[in-house]
């Protein structure tokens, strides 16, 4: 398949216990690096509560702007787990009994112990193919561009990993880091006119405790280096030592 | 003033590197923790990028759904930050020097070393009141229902602090814990039914490695107790020694 020069994704956190803090996400900084991996730009999350409407809204808005949508959390066997639902009325398809995915759940608990709100986890969105899953039974799955997936991590990049082969890979985006001793408003207008002169290079300025992190990301390796190393002879002209790290 | 029944926020986080992984966002469980300390429901978290029209969209459609809403990050000297600027045009306000913002530079850095970077930070919209911050110069606003906050964590700690004398607190949302040995579908029925005769105590299940944790939450002390006692009546008919704390 033809790469596209950019390939783009929108995340969305289903949960209440992370809305009252009860739970500290971690599937968001796991995404975001992994997507970078793949050339695949993340340009929007959301976390939403576990209330259908506002599900099926922000579902809908993502996936309208975005090459992928991943959604974490709610496909439990418990009254609160109300994604695949939502998923099924947002794209107005029946839920139905997925029987690859009964199948599994008989495979895992024993078919005897397959109850009623195990079962409800097979019910899936018509169309819906599963995602392997070889660490627990719980069935995420793909409908569209959307990828339906847990939210407990370790089975989020469990069925991360089986997402993988049916991404469009971008454009790798390369990233270099010039740390410096000095703050950032020293180097805030050279930075800024250099990401004028390159502007596909994303520029960013992150201070740290006794410094500044500068941040060159592109997909573009040439212009990359080529912006990295101006900037390089800017800072030695302002201090010689004021670079602590190239990386 | 008088308290209503539920007071509502949403939370925007602004930054590239959320997006790409480089940082791992802080600021929304500490958020979300304190707002549900206020009484104040935390209703919808969004990232986006260092992306002007991307900002004023989701600043807009959080304005308009909650009581109020928090910004993180993009209120540095640096090109990409283009937080203030950004909410000027959301609400058509130009971007002026705010005098006592500028006071606050000159009194930090000495007058002399306030450059065009550091000086554009005192650049905020028309109207808009400074948030005390005693731990840095960066000026945190408050304009209409919004605070607009550093995205370094300790910087937009110290402003959530000054943003409390300004915001209503909400009914005391209390919350209840029942850790259980048991998988989550085994109690999946009851916990469905329970949640159905308490509408006013929001519950949900949380699977851990070796167990569950149901939780109950509501404004309503009496309720939830009372909630809480049927669920442990029926744990300990299901397995009396199900159980394994209460908090």
């Not at 608990?109 to 599963?130: D, F, H, I, T």
Request: net charge negative; with cysteine; proline share 3%.
């Amino acid at each position: 398949m033809q790469k596209k020069d950019k390939i783009s994704a929108g995340f969305l956190i289903i949960g209440d216990e992370i809305l009252s803090g009860r739970t500290n996400d971690q599937n968001l900084n796991f995404l975001a690096k992994n997507l970078t991996e793949l050339g695949i730009v993340l340009c929007e999350v959301r976390v939403v509560r576990d209330v259908e409407n506002e599900i099926i809204d922000a579902l809908l808005a993502l996936e309208n702007k975005f090459d992928y949508v991943f959604t974490s959390g709610g496909i439990g066997p418990t009254h609160d787990d109300i994604t695949s639902q939502a998923v099924a009325n947002a794209f107005r398809k029946d839920l139905i009994l997925n029987e690859e995915a009964k199948e599994i759940l008989y495979q895992y608990y024993g078919q005897n112990n397959v109850n009623e709100a195990r079962l409800k986890m097979a019910y899936l969105p018509q169309s819906a193919s599963l995602l392997d899953n070889p660490i627990s039974s719980a069935p995420g799955f793909k409908i569209k561009n959307i990828f339906v997936m847990a939210g407990i991590p370790k089975i989020f990049q469990a069925m991360f990993e089986a997402c993988k082969k049916d991404l469009r890979l971008g454009l790798k985006i390369f990233t270099k880091e010039i740390k410096i001793n000095l703050t950032e408003s020293i180097v805030a207008f050279d930075f800024a006119n250099l990401q004028k002169e390159y502007p596909d290079v994303i520029m960013g300025s992150y201070p740290f405790d006794n410094g500044t992190s500068l941040v060159f990301r592109s997909t573009n390796q040439i212009l990359l280096e080529e912006a990295m190393q101006k900037m390089i002879a800017i800072l030695k002209k302002i201090n010689f030592d004021s670079i602590l790290k190239i990386a």
